[in-house]
């Protein structure tokens, strides 16, 4: 760590979710509180239409590690690319507010437990990897999704749209610097950017929940999502993801 910064930042995109942050966000702040090394929260208020922010400054009037910004641009890649930029840990950590994956699982992805890497993507598919109570045609389109995905922009990778990931700042800065994705398949394009730029990619598998009320439509956004992929190959080939 250098400076006053601590080793971990977990980055909250946060779009109408007044629901669901009364419960998580103070699950996530104690579990920050307890651990033996420094870290902090930042939620980023994706241009919400609801009591989002709110919530988030009375959250953190309890729990001063909680820091509030806003994206006015809407979309998660929007959101996660501002809270990419500005968090200050060591380590960068992708949480979606729905804590399909419990927060204590973020141990798995820091030191000492895993450090030899740029990028840790959480992975429903990696070989000890758990999905509870996800209907079974969600968990094939998602299957489909990800063929094409290797297929077109990061072969190899067996789960790329699981909410949660770690980088190290470096690496985020500089990766976050040039993506420019603002919807869905952002996940797709700083994949493809750290393939391309030569960093270390792992897959970390852990226990995840599926919940109602996902914000992902299955046939519009899987189409908006198609499209963006293929932005991403048009944009690799081009060369401007290349250091």
């Known amino acids: 760590m250098d400076g006053n910064n601590p080793l971990l930042t977990i980055i ?26 420094p870290a902090d929260i930042l939620v980023v208020d994706n241009a919400s239409t ?14 001063p590690i ?9 979309g998660k890649g929007a959101a996660v690319r ?26 798995k992805f820091l030191p000492p437990t895993l450090s030899d890497y740029d990028v840790a993507i959480a992975s ?12 079974w045609y969600r968990h094939l389109m998602g299957r489909a999704f990800n063929l094409l995905v290797r297929l077109l922009a990061v072969p190899g990778i067996q789960d790329t749209q699981c909410g949660f990931k770690c980088l190290r700042r470096e690496a985020a ?29 792992v897959e970390v598998p852990i226990h995840w929940y599926y919940g109602e009320g996902s914000r992902v439509s299955p046939i519009r956004d899987s189409i908006n999502m198609l499209i963006e992929v293929l932005r991403i190959r048009r944009t690799g080939r081009s060369g401007l993801y290349d250091k």
């Open 12 to 37: 909250i995109p946060a779009y109408n979710e007044e629901q669901r942050l009364p419960t998580t966000l103070p699950q996530v702040a104690d579990f920050v509180e307890a651990q033996d090394y």
């Open 50 to 63: 609801d009591r989002t922010s709110d919530i988030v400054r009375a959250v953190a009037a309890e729990h």
């Open 66 to 74: 909680i820091s509030l910004l806003y994206q006015p641009i809407q």
């Open 82 to 107: 501002k809270g990419m930029l500005e968090g200050r840990g060591e380590y960068l950590f992708i949480c979606d507010a729905d804590l399909a994956m419990p927060i204590e699982e973020v141990n």
């Open 124 to 135: 429903r598919e990696a070989p000890g990897a758990v999905r509870y109570n996800e209907p």
């Open 173 to 201: 800065r500089d990766i976050f610097t040039i993506q420019k994705i603002d919807g869905w398949a952002f996940d797709v394009e700083i994949l493809h950017i750290a393939r391309r730029r030569g960093y270390r990619i």
